[in-house]
């Protein structure tokens, strides 16, 4: 059983639209950071590369083709995996537990302002013959399962609002952050209606983006690193996206990859033991349910907690310090690293203005976006 840590991570930045830049100088530019902070050389350093890509989002047939020369992985192994970046964080994990290599580099992108159909790439994951024909933006899904999730909690419409004003107040410290902003509550529930009862500043606005992780072996990492944040557990689940036979108010994803994951790393009591957490919150909602579906509340109870300000940056549960999706933007396959990469930045105090104080473990989880029910978790630690 081999202790694994991130030993280097690299971020460009996210951004509304990129047009002077491709996505090949970004995966360059994330992974010369991630590289020269981990100290290693990708030609000899680095036994494996991962790459998070789907080909729809890209534009291209099997798009991993394209990969290889900006990460230094020409010629070397190179594994891709068609999901968010923390299964290719995962993907990483185990790769180094089978003792066959020492050293994987991670890496996960967005390039989302170069599609000009968005809502018709995401509507091809949807069940061909039933849901499909019905036509319309797929967002609409969220739309239905927002209201049952707040039918079945009683969760409000005014503390979803809450968690975009938090968020989004909470990337005013962060560089990286694309969509920041100082807004009030009924700034968003006023805002422009879209899917009811979403409306338009509920939703996470697109974003160009790369991150870069290098993973180690425990003595590689004590080679490399004197500030190694260790993999203390992760896990994933994919549930079915058929509308038809769904779960609309539980992330049932999300509970099971937590269950995974805490087994993994040990851990029984999840309120007591995750000092803060970075969770998915493409919609506003998503950030209560993914919360109670972790078990860092009960159902039912994350409204409340938000509303009272435990979830704050002052709080004793921060959540998305880093401002979530909401405030960086939904970075596609990124979404899962930029929510790894905030855990690691405040795990080695590097977070800066944001930095929270005396946190030893936190949680990234992600999911994977409409229509999916796929999710993952990670629990990382600095001791």
């Not at 409000?156 to 989004?168: D, F, L, S």
């Not at 992330?251 to 993994?264: G, P, V, W």
Request: aromatic share 10%; net charge negative; hydrophobic share 40%.
């Amino acid at each position: 059983m081999r202790n694994i840590a991130i030993v280097g991570v690299g971020c460009t930045g996210f951004k509304s639209i990129t047009p002077d830049i491709s996505y090949k100088e970004m995966m360059f530019e994330a992974a010369t950071k991630a590289y020269e902070d981990a100290g290693v050389n990708p030609r000899k350093d680095i036994d494996a590369f991962v790459t998070c890509a789907e080909d729809y989002w890209e534009g291209y047939s099997i798009f991993d083709e394209f990969v290889p020369d900006q990460l230094g992985a020409a010629l070397r192994h190179l594994f891709t995996v068609t999901a968010d970046g923390l299964y290719g964080l995962a993907t990483a994990y185990m790769l180094i537990r089978t003792g066959g290599f020492d050293v994987v580099a991670v890496e996960a992108h967005s390039k989302a302002s170069d599609m000009l159909t968005f809502a018709d790439i995401v509507a091809f994951g949807m069940d061909p013959i039933f849901n499909r024909p019905l036509g319309g933006h797929p967002y609409y899904i969220a739309g239905l399962e927002m209201t049952r999730f707040l039918h079945e909690t009683e969760n409000t419409k005014e503390q979803c609002a809450q968690v975009v004003v938090k968020n989004k107040r909470n990337a005013l410290k962060n560089a990286c952050a694309a969509h920041a902003a100082n807004i009030t509550v009924d700034q968003v529930l006023e805002s422009e209606p879209y899917f009811y009862p979403l409306s338009k500043l509920d939703i996470s606005p697109l974003a160009d983006g790369c991150i870069v992780m290098v993973l180690a072996s425990e003595d590689a990492a004590k080679k490399l690193t004197d500030k190694p944040v260790w993999v203390k557990g992760v896990g994933w689940n994919a549930e079915t996206p058929w509308l038809e036979t769904r779960e609309w108010g539980n992330a049932i994803y999300t509970e099971l990859a937590a269950r995974m994951a805490y087994k993994t790393a040990g851990i029984s009591n999840p309120q007591k033991d995750i000092d803060f957490a970075e969770v998915n919150d493409t919609f506003s909602y998503k950030e209560l349910q993914h919360l109670e579906a972790l078990k860092l509340c009960r159902k039912g109870e994350s409204g409340k907690l938000t509303e009272e300000g435990a979830t704050a940056p002052d709080g004793y549960l921060p959540v998305n310090v880093s401002g979530g999706l909401l405030g960086m933007g939904y970075g596609l396959e990124a979404s899962g690293l930029q929510k790894a990469l905030e855990v690691v930045l405040q795990l080695r105090g590097e977070a800066g203005k944001r930095q929270l104080t005396d946190v030893k473990t936190g949680l990234a989880q992600t999911w994977r976006g409409i229509p999916t029910a796929n999710g993952a978790v990670a629990i990382l630690s600095n001791c």
